[in-house]
């Protein structure tokens, strides 16, 4: 390229691109993409299978197993050193194919919240994937989109974005199409260039799209880089630890077993030796961590095939401790359909339909609802684009038979002050009879206040106070009803000139228009549901606090006792007042983005975990600082779904408690996955311990204790991970966040518990002693175990005993009960393989004993889970 792009004018950059203003054609995008490749960013180097796979020697356990299989070779127990590598290269191919589909999950979840861009193509606008976007694409950019690629601005319509991820600075820069007449000029001053990562925060613009993928100026940056992500959630760091410090305890107890098997039972060193290994191979968690991946990485799939996209790993940990969900009204608890009701005009208050055309006021109410909107409505298919209460009053305009496009093309729009949610107003300019006419809509408190006259059908009458109480008066009526009021106004101009701001004022008032937004069916369920499980639901919403809370108390959110608050409530308060009042206040009317994050501090404060949703480019802070933030995947802007945890592909507040659920459940299922894991540890090491200190010989083979941590066990905690969600769930408060995993009561279970199977292991042992030996006793123990830890799996599915969770409920941990059955029974009497697990013969009534004492353990705890029940 011989000239920068920010030194070349609009045209030179199209032609140099070979591209046109109205964008690529079908097959030029086609070659473009063959040629650039997606517009993605390589993260890093992905690493490939087979380094994959020997990461997975790298473990301390692992090390430790290559010992016990060098000693086992040393001692010419050639089968057991088969054996153990045979169970670490199945362990290894196990841990990659784990990885790899963790990986996929996480992609596919990616691709499902990746950011779209709007693109000309062939003179029609498209919405693409912001991976297809290709060089020479024309973008076209508004305020809340993405930058997905670099380009050079062609149309500027006052555009400004924010460039932080690329310059650091978090100022807004403004932006323009002028050429930049130097051949060095830095990335935070050409003006008239776009770059990929940044965000629109103002304005609109047309760009022509110069680099994608790595050769932005981010993905210099990102290849500059070139890191892997860590991607452990703090639950997956926190049992790493976990695991380092438990390696270190077994290494300890190992050597006092190994010193005790020497002196006690003079063993020759490698046996002893190996009696240690047994020990460490029990303990060690070999699965867990792969485990408790696997359920994270099901619990995202299963949320997003319920319309909740998870943007990573680490959000589904915090949503199951979610105790406030604070919820925007319109669209989100509500339909947002808007149907107009009663209107207010020239001193009557009467329904929609009984407008009279002749009345001026009344007549001038519809027009103002024409012309200043931007929505489209065809009365043909009942079809709309828009603004869903600009299309309302479109639609009550063609219930009079006016013909939205032939009026609007009588009297074009002049000028326009578009609607903003922080002024609550829209104002157009139009020559009405002649007269330029500034015509407004929006909220009442903000128009009403800047009224000085209003219009009845003699003329206009100077606003008094009485007349001012009336119409407040209407509104508090019309409020309550759960309706939302819009104000109207009109105002005569000097002439046809830009606007600003300033001229929103001196208004003549012409009157209100209600309308109804019903709330979503499902809303008033799902926020019965989350009090139930002790969760706070708010709401937060822009439209007038009358209004708000009649609608809050239809859903149920505003309750006996509770206030509402808004914004300017708000604004006059002090942080320390609003956390006394907080734990009252349901609804928050006529807020801005900035109160929302005044909101989600202050709940914080009190050590809650909130959700907070939001749609707009300036709710993207809030949706940061929200310990779950929630994007709307239908309405929102792409700059919310960037800033939040959570997309919901629906915007229905249903979907987050169902979300906050399942959230709840993946966290139970992995605790009691990993209850399930290290109660059987725990049963293991108590055995061998217990032979050790009883100078018994060893209970279990190194090949033992693999086979079942690494293949029987493995099933049953899948298994338990794919536990439904239950109702049940709902019953309980909220987690504390700051209570670790390995709590108290997990780990009186897990000693219990493992107390409880180890008795009759060494039971089995003993009576395997007295009819067999050593060989008879450790295979009666090691078949005993196996199948006690098989039946435990059925324990450890949920708090409640079997029955009422029932068998079906989850099929899964039947079939890895008969999978691990199937696999123990091939072991002890395949021929070769009996061999190679050193397994003695058994008959009928050894298999009977097995049987009655493997199950005796969960006979016990499924009658005392029974009893609790009760
Ligand atoms: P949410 O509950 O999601 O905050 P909302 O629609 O109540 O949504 P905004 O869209 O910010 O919140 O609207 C705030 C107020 O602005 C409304 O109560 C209404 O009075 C006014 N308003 C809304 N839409 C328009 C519009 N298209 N033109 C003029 N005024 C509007």
Redesign the pocket.
Known sequence: MSKPWFSRSPEDTLSELRSTPAGLSAQEVQQRMEQYGPNKLQEGKRKSVAVLFLEQFKDLLVIILLIAAVISALTENVESTIVIFAVLILNAVLGTVQYLKAEKSLESLKAMSSPTAKVLRGGVRVEVPSAEVVPGDIVLLEAGDLVVADGRIIENFSLKVNESSLTGESEGVEKDAAPIDREQVALGDQKNMVFSGSLVTYGRATVAVTATGMNTELGKIAALMNQTQQRKTPLQKSLDDFSGKLAVVIMAICAVVFALSIFRSHMGVLDSLMFAVALAVAAIPEALSSIVTIVLAMGTQKMAKQNAIMKDLKAVESLGAVSVICS?????LTQNRMTVQKIYADGKLLEGKDLELANTPQRLLLKIGLLA?DATYDPADGSSIG?P??VALLQLANAFDVEEELYRQYHPRLRELA?D?DR???STLHQLDGVPTLLT????DVLLGRSTKLLTSEGPVPMTEERRAEIMAVNEQLSNEGL???AFAQKEMDGIRDLTLEDENDYTFVGLVSMIDPPRPESIQAVADAKTGGIRTIM?????KVTASAIARQIGIFQEGDTALSGVDLDAMSDEELDQILPHVSVYARVSPEHKIRIVSAWQRRGCIVSMTG?GVNDAPALKKADIGVAMGITGTEVSKDAASMILADDNFATIVRAVVNGRSVYANIKNAIQFLLSGNMSAILCVVYASVMGLSVPFAPVHLLFINLLTDSLPAIAIGMEPARKGLLRHKPRDPKEPILDRGLLQRIFGQGLLIAVPVMAAFYLGLSYGGPAAASTMAFATLTLARLFHGFNCRGEESIFRLGFRSNPFSLAAFGGGVLLLLAVLFIPGLNTLFQATALDMTHLLEILGLAFLPTLIIQIFKLIRGR
């Open positions: 925007d009204k319109t669209g989100t909107s603004d209460t600009e609607f949610s609550k107003l829209m809509k929006g909220a009442i939302r009021v819009l937060i919403t822009g439209d007038h749609d």
